[in-house]
C-alpha cells in the first residue's frame, strides 16, 4: 500500500512568513496534485505535477515535484490569512489510473 | 454552472439507525468516489464507480455500508445499522475518465454524527 506522508502535520506562522510543507513516499508515481480544504468545504485542486523536477508556480504559491517522482513541496512565500487551511498532497501510480491515494495532510494556520 | 452536490449536509442519528447520504455528480463526468475523512486517519477512499459501475470497493470497511449508482447522475452511500465510530466526513466527488490528470472535483460533504 503506497503511503503519502507529509510534513509537517501542523503549521501555524505569522502573516507575512514564509513557509514550505512536504509530501514524501517511497513510491514513484506517474503525477501528484496538491489540494487546498477550507473548513466545512471538500477539496480543491491546486496544482497538477507530472515531471520529475518540474516546479509549478500559482501566486505566492510554489510546487516541485522531485527529480525521482517520489516526493513534492509546496512554498508559500508572503504566508496571508486567506491560505488557511488543510494541505493534501495526492497521487497516482499510472496514467490514467483514477484512483489516487491522499497524503496525511498538513493543516495550516496564519495569524493575522 | 453547480458542483458536486451532496445530501444532507448534516445528519445526526442514533446507532443502530441506517443512514443514507446522497449525491450528484457534475454533469458530463463519467466516474464517481466516495471517501471519509476523519482526523485519525485523513482522507480515505471508500469506492469508486466509472459509467456507473462499481470499480475498486476494496476501501469500504465492512459489509454494514453499500453503495449504488443507478444512473449517471445519482449515487448513494448507505450505512446499516450505523455504529459510533461511523461518525466522519462523507465526500463524493467526480471526474472525467480519460482527463489527463484526473483531477477530482469534490462537494462539500455530509458531516454525520452517529450517537
Known amino acids: 500500500t503506497q503511503l503519502l506522508e507529509q510534513s509537517p502535520q501542523f503549521l501555524s506562522i505569522q502573516e507575512g512568513e514564509n513557509l514550505t510543507v512536504y509530501c514524501n513516499s517511497s513510491?514513484?508515481?506517474?503525477?501528484l496534485q496538491w489540494y487546498r480544504q477550507e473548513p466545512g468545504e471538500g477539496p480543491v485542486l491546486l496544482v497538477t505535477?507530472?515531471?520529475?523536477?518540474e516546479v509549478k508556480k500559482l501566486k505566492r504559491l510554489t510546487f516541485q515535484f522531485g527529480d525521482a517522482r517520489k516526493d513534492s513541496s509546496l512554498h508559500i512565500t508572503a504566508a496571508q490569512p486567506g491560505d488557511t487551511g488543510l494541505y493534501l498532497c495526492?497521487?497516482?501510480?499510472?496514467?490514467?489510473?483514477?484512483?489516487?491515494?491522499f497524503g496525511t495532510g498538513t493543516r495550516l494556520t496564519i495569524i493575522p | 454552472d453547480a458542483g458536486v452536490i451532496q445530501s444532507p449536509r448534516h445528519e445526526v442519528t442514533e446507532m443502530g439507525q441506517e443512514v443514507t447520504l446522497r449525491c450528484k455528480p457534475i454533469?458530463?463526468?463519467?466516474?464517481l468516489f466516495w471517501y471519509r475523512q476523519t482526523m485519525m486517519r485523513g482522507l480515505e477512499l471508500l469506492i469508486y464507480f466509472n459509467n456507473n459501475v462499481p470499480i475498486d470497493d476494496s476501501g469500504m470497511p465492512e459489509d454494514r455500508f453499500s453503495a449504488k449508482m443507478p444512473n449517471a447522475s445519482f449515487s448513494t452511500l448507505k450505512i446499516q445499522p450505523s455504529e459510533p465510530r461511523d461518525s466522519a466526513v462523507y465526500f463524493c466527488?467526480?471526474?472525467?475518465?480519460?482527463?489527463?490528470?484526473?483531477?477530482?472535483?469534490f462537494g462539500p460533504g455530509t458531516r454525520l454524527t452517529v450517537l
Open positions: 513510491s514513484v508515481f506517474s503525477s
Open positions: 505535477v507530472v515531471t520529475g523536477g
Open positions: 495526492a497521487a497516482s501510480t499510472n496514467f490514467g489510473n483514477e484512483k489516487l491515494t
Open positions: 466527488a467526480s471526474s472525467t475518465r480519460g482527463a489527463l490528470y484526473n483531477e477530482q472535483f
Open positions: 454533469s458530463g463526468h463519467n466516474s
